[in-house]
Structure formats: C-alpha cells, structure tokens
C-alpha cells in the first residue's frame, strides 16, 4: 500500500473517531441540562389557607409528606379547584420545561407553573408523587 494511501486512511479514521467522541458528548451534555414535565404532579396535605395580601391569591400551608416539612405557598384562587378541605391531600399539576432543578417544594412552586389544585380521592399509600 502506498505511503498516501496509509495517511488517507489514518487521517479518515481519527476524524471518524472525533466524530464520534463529539457525539457522545453532545448528547451527554444535552440529557442532563433539559428535562420536560407535561403535567408533573405532586400531592401535599394542606394544612391551612390563609388569606393574601392580593385578593386574587391565598396562602396555603401544605406538608410535603416525603420530607415532613411544612412550607407557605401563594396560589392563585382560580386554580383551586375544590372548597379547600383543612388537613386533607391535594394534587397540584404543574407545567414546566426547561433546565433540571432542584427538587424542594420552594424550587417546584419557583420555577414551575402550577395548573390546578385539586382534591385527591386517593389514601395516601395512593397518593401521586411524580419525581424529578
């Protein structure tokens, strides 16, 4: 085989496995920055309602029941669905895309935008808790 030839194939082969090595980053990098949630719900207790300084909005105590902390929510009162319900679970639906975040009850109510309230017919070994 000539001298050329062999640089030719050489040169043919690192490019291929450059090509490859870009790919296989590309799409690492791609997988872990951007996820999609269509209707991304999670349920909490709701504790109490509170009114808000805004007439539009109320303030909802809710437990997360995976961490056992309480956190204050401002929701607008058109998304609730049903007469709130002292002590009793609730699914909230959320629509987001973008970036992964952190999964805490701040960073979802932050960076998602919620859909709806709703009381949960579900006992809570039922209860929906869609993970990030």
Known sequence: MEKK??????????????????GIFIAAKSKG????YVDFVRTYNIISLDASDDADYVNLTI??????????????????????????????????SGPAIEDTVPSIFENMTLKSVKLSNKTSLEIRQDTL
Do not use: G, P, Q, W
């Not at 082969?13 to 490859?20: G, K, N, Q, S």
């Not at 920055?33 to 999609?36: G, I, S």
């Open 5 to 22: 030839t062999k640089i030719i194939l050489m040169v043919s082969a690192i490019i291929i496995l450059l090509a490859v090595i870009l």
């Open 33 to 36: 920055a951007k996820k999609n």
């Open 63 to 96: 437990r997360d029941a995976r961490r056992d902390t309480l956190h204050v929510v401002k929701v607008a009162r058109d998304l609730i669905e049903d007469e709130i319900i002292e002590d009793a679970f609730y699914e909230f639906t959320f629509d987001y």
